[in-house]
């Protein structure tokens, strides 16, 4: 989604938006903006520079711009088109008729159309499609209308009229030591320097000037000049907050060696999952330690069901969860879309939870569904890695994934992490109830394994790359899994689809008989997921019935299995762990499958066309 910094410092601001800007870009962007006050001349003045596309298009053309860009306080923004084209004029900074006031903005207006025919009438002069250059030219309005208005003044105005969400930045030449930063609905943090602030729409941007960071909360505006800042919320009431020093280092959030952070962040799993796992292991006792929970843990001892709400990946690491929940804690589970959850009028009973898994804590959906269950007296608990998300803060308690920042759009060390953390979360909730002291033992031993295990498969790394060069040029895959591999199929070919634009769909094994089946043939390729587990000899039956159609098949497998080899054209081997905890090792061929085959197509892997990170709109 669109990304948003602001600075306003005693550095020249210019060099400081566009290095936070790049790195942004992971969200995703199609356009891409700029604006600097120069608060250092006589009669202030802002500069900006818009353009359609990178940061680079933007870069040479600030370079040839006659004026250039100077001054100490400005705002850029990364725009991922909703209302408009992404090109020039709609690209953000938006600013009012006379230039003086401009704005970046994430999120969506909702009632922009009528307040837009009001401004026209007016005799405003709106030059973009976006919903965004409302907001400037009502801003403009209520200063004409009370000339001794101060900037926040104005904001305060305005959004009382406006219905949506945004996250804003906001700088006015009539107030050249000043910036506004607004946050509804769309996440923004303040960074807090020396005698500098640096806003940004998630804290990987503030990473090389500062770690003191304040989070916005949901309607609060904050006051920033170089010296000092103020916040207060739509009442008007004045907000302290203490800043958070926030644990990510500057390196975590760089490439480094790795060509691309999808790469990076695969080979980052085993230390990520040792991050999520550490010290919450009580492998003698056969228990875990989650912290978050135990203010909670009474109501969790009587919980009867759980309701897992997710999107995307973090919905797949659920639909295992749900697996591990039902066989180890006993406890019936259920796991929905959250952009259905939110819709569908759920039914909710008095002992129900509702678990929400998201990674950037700020998914959309994922808060609506949360929210739905709160005004329902439903007890919530996340599973976030952003540390102050509007997710973590909301959710009466819940378990930090500790991964540092992903920033790949394809998710995989958070879903691991994810798998892990729901496979803890089992054992707590099943000690509460039936789970044995050995079988507790067991799970927890294994899974302080599992990062051991992730590093033997990435040694299988160029293997890999060798079946992706096979099979770069097919068009269609089907992924099939049983079981705990089940959705580990769907995510295979979520994963496929998004960093290669590859046709893939992921099934269950066992429907393939009741559709999908028809589909194969020697063009189309399946990746089947066959661990020696409790469903092997019915995946080695589905094998069967793919080998009969003449369709080509690349095999997940437990180390040592000969059997296979003799009936598939590729293997990848898994070594062997818990049925249960599978997934976290099969599904890693899958990423470096469909990492290698979206580079071999020349995909930009960092950013594939279309999508977004953080997914803060509807
Ligand atoms: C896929 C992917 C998305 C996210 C989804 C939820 O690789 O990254 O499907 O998993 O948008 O995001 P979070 O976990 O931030 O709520």
């Known amino acids: 989604m669109c990304g948003i910094v602001g600075y306003i410092g005693k550095q020249k601001a210019l060099p400081i938006l566009l290095d936070g800007i790049k790195t942004l870009e992971y969200r995703g962007y199609d356009s891409t903006g700029v604006a600097v006050l120069n608060n ?35 705002i850029a923004h990364t725009r991922w088109a909703t209302h408009g084209e ?56 209520e200063r004409n209308e009370n000339p001794g208005f101060l900037l926040e003044e104005a904001a305060l105005k305005v959004l009382k009229k406006i219905k949506g969400t945004y996250g804003l930045v906001i700088i006015d030449a009539r107030e050249p030591e000043k910036l506004v930063a607004v946050r509804n609905f769309s996440p923004l943090v303040l960074g807090i320097g020396d005698g500098e602030y640096i806003v940004a ?67 980052e799993q085993p230390e990520a999952i040792e991050n999520s796992l550490r010290g919450r292991l009580l492998s003698k006792e ?13 109501k969790l001892r009587e919980a009867e069901r759980i309701i897992i709400a997710a999107c995307g990946t973090a919905y797949l690491a659920g639909r295992v969860g749900e697996y591990i929940f039902e066989e180890y804690a006993g406890i019936p589970t259920e796991v929905d879309f959250a952009s259905e959850f939110r819709y569908r009028k759920p039914v909710f009973r008095k002992n129900d939870i509702l678990l929400v898994i998201s990674q950037s804590g700020e998914t959309a959906d994922t808060l609506a569904a949360l929210r739905e269950a709160k005004q329902k007296n439903i007890l919530t608990i996340g599973i976030v890695n952003v540390v102050g998300s509007s997710i973590a803060r909301e959710t009466d308690a819940g378990v930090y994934q500790h991964i540092g920042p992903e920033i790949s759009v394809a998710s995989t060390k958070a879903f691991t992490s ?94 393939m008989k009741h559709g999908p089946i028809a589909m194969i043939n020697k063009e189309f390729p399946s990746v089947v997921i066959a661990p020696s587990d409790s469903v092997y000899e019915k995946m080695i039956s589905n094998i069967e019935e793919v080998k009969a159609r003449r369709g080509p098949i690349i095999a ?26 599978t997934p976290i090792l099969s599904v890693v061929p899958l990423q470096l499958f469909a990492y290698f085959v979206g580079v071999l197509r020349g995909v930009d892997i960092d950013q594939p066309k279309n999508l977004a990170k953080s997914v803060t709109v509807e």
């Open 40 to 74: 250092k001349i006589n009669a202030p003045k802002i500069y900006y520079a818009k353009s359609a596309g990178r940061i680079n298009v933007l870069e040479e053309k600030i370079a040839h711009q006659k004026n250039g860009i100077d001054g100490f306080a400005g």
């Open 86 to 141: 992404p090109n020039e004029v709609n690209a953000h900074p938006h600013f009012d008729c006379k230039k003086q006031i401009f704005l970046a903005h994430n999120g969506i207006i909702e009632n922009y159309k009528e307040l837009k025919a009001n401004l026209i009438k007016k005799g405003h002069k709106f030059s973009s499609e976006t919903d965004t250059e409302v907001l400037v030219h009502m801003l403009e309005d």
């Open 201 to 267: 729409s998630d804290a990987s941007a503030l990473l090389k000037y500062t770690r003191q960071i304040v989070f916005l909360h949901d309607g609060e505006i904050a006051v920033l000049t170089p010296e000092k800042h103020k916040i207060f919320n739509l009442r008007s009431e004045s907000v302290t907050r203490e800043p958070e020093k926030i644990e990510w280092t500057e390196e975590i959030a760089k490439k480094g060696d790795f060509p691309h952070f999808m790469l990076k962040e695969i080979f």
């Open 286 to 298: 056969g228990l875990v330690k989650l912290g978050g929970l135990e203010s909670v843990q009474d």
């Open 418 to 511: 994810a798998l892990s953390i729901l496979t803890l979360f089992s054992v707590f909730l099943g000690r509460q109830r039936g789970m044995s002291l050995t079988m507790g033992r067991r799970i927890t031993e294994e899974l302080g394994k599992i990062p051991d295990l992730i590093k033997q498969i990435l040694k299988s790394k160029d293997q890999i790359f060798e079946i992706a060069k096979k099979y770069e040029s097919y068009n269609n895959f089907l992924y099939l899994g049983r079981k705990y591999n089940m959705p580990i199929a769907q995510e295979g070919a979520l994963k496929l689809k998004e960093i290669s634009y590859v046709h893939a769909e992921g099934y269950g094994a066992g429907e």
């Open 556 to 581: 997940i497998a437990t180390e040592g299995n000969k059997e296979i080899k003799q009936i598939v054209e590729e293997v990848i081997y898994i070594p062997k762990t818990l049925e249960m905890l």
